[in-house]
């Protein structure tokens, strides 16, 4: 008996000839060496402070965020670890005098996390390690920015409603948030948001329950 032997033609986002044909997988293989482009210069971060990437990545968070946020369970979820994962960086860090723990009143065994004054220092200069992508989007005309916020929004807005991307602190997910006839508008601030107003992490985001 002879076997047919059927090969399916590849879907992958990286075949090259589908990309060719397919827009898709062109902006899919363009967000993946932007990616890239983070990693490398976290990576390059890290390595000049003699630290991890994650370890860079929490330093900066608890930096820009408030208390309530700076725990390991929340850490956990922003950056999908297991909380294992991030409190042994968290006592690393503490060990080489970055951060401290701030025990809760009301519960001994639960503490949030805050930076030291070397903590602070380390996080404001590493925090601009992305200006390297972020300084050519200068060049770029104003309506052109609005285009591509308001994609990468959608983008990482169904990422999180499939449960891939879980922590989100934007408009859409936001119970503050409504689009009233085509246009967005923040219960909170009582103001239409134009597309250049929308937030990507809002200090005053209120999950949808």
Request: proline share 2%.
């Amino acid at each position: 008996m002879k076997w047919k032997i059927v090969i399916k033609k590849m879907i992958s986002a990286f075949n090259v000839n589908r990309q060719n044909n397919k827009i898709d997988g062109k902006i899919v293989v363009a967000l993946e060496r932007i990616a890239e482009a983070f990693r490398v210069l976290l990576w390059n971060e890290s390595k000049e402070n003699s630290l991890s990437p994650i370890q860079i990545q929490i330093l900066i968070f608890i930096f820009f965020h408030a208390n309530d946020k700076c725990t390991v369970s929340y850490l956990a979820k922003e950056f999908n670890l297991s909380k294992p994962t991030i409190s042994e960086s968290i006592k690393l860090m503490e060990q080489k005098g970055f951060i401290k723990k701030i025990a809760d009143a009301a519960d001994c065994r639960s503490y949030s996390i805050a930076l030291t004054a070397a903590g602070k220092l380390t996080a404001e200069k590493s925090s601009n390690f992305a200006f390297a992508i972020e300084k050519p989007l200068g060049s770029l005309t104003g309506e052109k920015k609005e285009i591509i916020l308001s994609a990468l929004l959608d983008l990482i807005y169904d990422l999180n409603q499939k449960g891939i991307i879980t922590v989100q602190r934007m408009c859409f997910t936001c119970s503050n948030y409504q689009k009233k006839n085509g246009k967005h508008f923040c219960n909170l601030l009582q103001s239409v948001l134009s597309a250049n107003e929308l937030r990507v992490d809002c200090a005053e985001h209120e999950p949808v329950l």
